[in-house]
């Protein structure tokens, strides 16, 4: 949960801090006033990366040479992290003052889920966005999981130096070729596993979709056991090696797998409306957030931008309803807070925002 926030000269926000409740902290404003790079900030300090996919050189306010983020955070542990980014890079990355050189120290103290209009690309962009998606929930479930990705793409990225210049075999190649089908083999089996447990959580049922039934399916390399899935992955790297020449890169391995998403046993890639679409990854979102409730036994942090505009009012009521039963904290967005049932809690808060101000 986040207590406290406090900007410096970030995007429109020359100076700003705020502090929030337990329940659902509605954000109200026009398009292009600021709501979301609230969001953003707070995901910034918990990922150090945007959800926007914007780098954060161009986060700093205009006119200005750096930024600072600080938050106050409960869950595990208590946190203070802070985040200072200069004209050469991160200048500052710390928690509770002890500073971070290496971000994968750093990462994993808080965990978050978002959803912004972004997501939707989940569904309908291209396999590359599926396959951070599930990376990333990977590491947010297991922290080891992103030193095993590191250490494949540093193997992928020496087969491919290899392949550029024209060696196809030879000892050299093939050590690197097996390295890559082990290496690659653990990240199989992690996102396999993960997809199985999203799929069980799916299967308990969610208000957003009704009776219909939503199932995630990885598709490429071959799963089953690690050893399995080492020599499967050596075999089509193998098999591949007549396309490789010609391409001069690796055309096999978790680099290229995608996560199928579909919906009734139909691919949701073929969904028409907007609105199925974003009630399907309101359903993927929840499963992520129970999942997280089990492995590490506290609730998520909730980041939802501009989730209502394409929600029926039954649907938006029951996201509320579905979010206060779980008791997460929730940070959302909105042009109209009439399109967010509130009902009078009292753990909840309206801020109105204008113009990189906020008033309480």
Same mark, same amino acid.
């Given at each position: ?8 000269n ?10 929030f409740?337990?329940?659902?902290n509605?954000f ?23 959800f *926007?996919? +914007?780098?954060?050189?161009s986060?700093?306010? $205009?006119?200005? /040479?750096?930024f600072?983020i600080? !938050? ?20 500052k990355i710390?928690?509770n ?6 971000k ?12 912004s209009?972004?997501e ?12 951070r998606?599930i ?6 479930t ?6 095993q ?5 540093r ?12 060696i ?11 390295r ?5 083999a653990?990240?199989?089996?992690? *996102?396999a +596993? ?6 069980? $959580?799916?299967? /308990?049922?969610?208000?957003?979709? !009704?009776?219909?039934s939503?199932?995630?399916?990885y598709?490429g ?28 890169t ?5 680099h290229?797998?995608d ?5 009734n ?11 199925e679409?974003?009630?399907?990854l ?6 992520e957030?129970a ?7 506290e609730?998520p942090l ?11 009012i039954?649907?938006?009521s029951?996201?509320?309803s ?6 997460n ?5 909105t042009?109209?807070a ?10 909840d808060?309206l ?9 309480h």
């Amino acid at each position: 949960m986040i207590e406290e926030l406090y900007l410096r000269n970030f995007r429109n926000y020359g100076e700003a801090r705020l502090s929030f409740s337990s329940g659902i902290n509605l954000f109200c404003g026009e398009n292009g006033q600021g709501k979301t790079n609230l969001l953003e900030a707070i995901y910034l300090l918990g990922m150090l990366s945007s959800f *926007r996919k +914007a780098e954060a050189a161009s986060m700093v306010k $205009k006119g200005e /040479e750096t930024f600072c983020i600080s !938050g106050d955070f409960t869950g595990d542990g208590a946190y203070k992290l802070l985040l200072e980014k200069g004209p050469r890079g991160w200048e500052k990355i710390s928690a509770n003052g002890s500073l971070y050189r290496k971000k994968l120290d750093y990462l994993g103290k808080i965990r978050i889920v978002v959803f912004s209009p972004d997501e939707i690309e989940l569904i309908q962009g291209s396999p590359e966005g599926r396959r951070r998606y599930i990376d990333r929930t990977c590491f947010n479930t297991s922290h080891h999981y992103l030193k095993q990705l590191k250490n494949y793409r540093r193997v992928l990225k020496q087969r491919n130096i290899l392949l550029k210049k024209g060696i196809f075999r030879g000892e050299e190649f093939g050590t690197w070729t097996e390295r890559l089908a082990l290496a690659g083999a653990k990240i199989v089996k992690e *996102r396999a +596993a993960l997809i199985e447990k999203l799929n069980q $959580k799916l299967s /308990e049922g969610h208000p957003f979709l !009704g009776t219909d039934s939503i199932k995630l399916r990885y598709v490429g390399t071959c799963t089953g056991d690690e050893m399995d899935v080492s020599q499967g992955l050596l075999d089509k790297l193998t098999s591949s090696s007549h396309v490789e020449r010609c391409r001069r890169t690796t055309v096999s391995g978790p680099h290229r797998d995608d996560i199928e998403i579909s919906v009734n046993g139909t691919v949701a890639k073929a969904f028409s409306s907007r609105g199925e679409m974003r009630s399907v990854l309101l359903a993927l979102k929840t499963a992520e957030t129970a999942l997280y409730d089990d492995i590490w036994g506290e609730s998520p942090l909730i980041l939802l931008d501009d989730v209502a505009s394409e929600l029926d009012i039954g649907r938006r009521s029951a996201l509320i309803s579905f979010l206060r039963e779980k008791g997460n904290q929730v940070l959302m967005t909105t042009t109209e807070a009439e399109n967010i049932p509130l009902f009078g809690n009292k753990e909840d808060t309206l801020f109105r925002v204008s113009e990189g101000k906020i008033i309480h």
